[in-house]
């Protein structure tokens, strides 16, 4: 089957030296829900969105408000012009035999757009910490991106990597999508958190604090109180307790 | 129902295909139609029936003429008798394979003046802040682009964070960057082999995918258990 991936663009943007950030389906979805956060606390604007054999469809009105009758796939662009960002969130794993293909004509695209920088956004197995007094933040980087001299002056934990590729284990697409801006020549930081699946909002906070200290977008005073909840984040852990049992 | 100190933990999609694990790129599966036929030039209604409670709904009647099939995915094809309208019924299929099964009615899709697609899910994945007294919800998601077709009932939109997956979600998706009218039904059912949705019949009903059928009364006694 030939893959052709469909990309719907809602509005005309010149993205040249934007942030692009790509959250990576991986262990309890710590990158999805940050960008969940970044995207409805920025009040960010939906700018395009995807279809592709390789994302599994899924389907809803706007997650971001309520009583919307705007349909939200599976993968769609926001973007925010204030703070030169833009975030690829993809809502569903994509499928390993087109996940290649489409990950590269992600970066190829954006790559045309002359986008800044890509920053992937994941997480790991909380097992694979294997030293558990440090950090539970990694992160990965190439030296074309923009914040290396960043990093450095940081107290940040590198990524330790065994073999020549980058592999993060339980992180989903992030490794291939990392090997593929390296291929490509692009800028590209990838940031995970170890995590283990449960309530992961506390990781998404976490995460959107760390990414605010290489991409300011929140004043870094207190995050927290600007951080806004999406519709979609309620009823996480099921509705209420049925009325029955008093 | 939710019962009651039951934690629903959001899981994890990476369950789902082992991206740690490179040898599961030797399980790819290729899906086919199993005849070479052509698309017709023209549909009215393209009408998906997804999951097996709508399937036992209509495989009783004989409505339809089969077309097509990918037992695979248990996808049939079929063109109703009565009108220039197709249905697809799907069951059964594994998720991952969602959107290769869109690619594969795509030529049907496409040429199609409006698409319906109507599925069941369980009422316990309703998600809403009041309590479920019903038997079953119904629920809408319609693409920007409004459907030709008028429902009888206007059914009330899917409220978030509830969101559909698959073939359903996939064909809406699709008609909705395409500029084409869709509409998807989404019903919650707790007892599914004890309930006749008056509703879904209704509509089955007007797009001749089945005739006539008189309302059922359910018997609670034979399902109870006082005779076995």
Redesign the interface.
Known sequence: MAQINHWKMLTDCDLSGYTLIIPSVAVGNVGQLACDLVISSLRMRKIGLVYSPALIPILGYDPYKIGSTNLSGCCELYECAERKLIILLLRAPLVYKYGQKFLTEVVEKFKGENVKDIIILTSSFAHERKHIMSSPFRYVVNELSPHTSTLRTLDWVEHESKSETVKILGGGFASLLYEITKEKSVPCLVLYKFASEGDNIPDAYEMVQYLNTVVPLFDSSDIYSQLVHPVSWKLMFGGPPPRDIY | ??T???????????A??D??DVL??EN?V??HLEKTVEAPKQIDTFIILEGRYLYDCIRAHHELDLVNACSEVNLRLYRTRKMNNYVCTIRDYN??L???I??LLKPYINISTDVIAILTKPLVEY??????TKDYVIRS????KQSPNTLDINFT??????????????V???R???DKPAV?LVCYIEHPEELQIQELFNFLEKFKVIPHVEKTQHNNLLNSNLYI
């Open positions: 129902m939710t009651f100190g039951e934690i629903n933990e959001p899981s994890s999609r990476t789902w295909e991206w740690d599961c790129s790819y290729d899906l998720l991952i969602s959107s290769e869109v690619e998600q809403v802040s009041e309590l479920v998601l319609s693409t920007s939109h899917l409220e978030q964070p509830n969101i559909i997956t698959g073939v359903s979600a996939g809406i998706c699709w909705e960057i395409t998807a």
